[in-house]
């Protein structure tokens, strides 16, 4: 069974910078592609950024582009996410997840249980 661990969430003020983590086990880590998404309450989860499989190639397709950097360590089972610059609007549930596309046009074959960001202004 393969599990998703988040970590690294919390209160930060606006202009602050957070480090995301998140642990894959149970899996080939090095076979999935690997993205953050973010949801805020009462609406749908939004996709922040999105990496491949061999770590080289990212994308940033939401208000995070220029701001964010996500990262993998395959020896490690890890993907990380850098929020440089926060603002408020970036407060949501950051969860973390796995699928067969780097667009994740076919799905999310699994997600981590979420952390928390919130970002004062």
């Known amino acids: 069974q393969v599990q998703l661990v988040e970590s690294g969430g919390g209160l930060v003020q606006a202009g602050g910078s957070l480090r995301l983590s998140c642990v894959v086990s149970g899996g080939t880590f090095s076979k999935y592609y690997m993205g953050w998404f973010r949801q805020d309450p009462g609406k749908d989860r939004e996709f922040v950024a999105t990496?491949?499989?061999?770590?080289?190639?990212?994308y940033y397709p939401g208000s995070g582009k220029g701001r964010f950097t996500i990262s993998r360590d395959n020896a490690k089972n890890t993907v990380s996410l850098l929020m440089d610059g926060l603002k408020p609007e970036d407060t949501g549930v950051y969860y973390c997840a796995a699928g067969r596309r780097m667009d994740f046009t076919s799905g999310v074959d699994y997600w981590g249980q979420g952390t928390q960001v919130t970002v004062s202004s």
């Open positions: 990496i491949n499989l061999d770590g080289l190639t990212t």
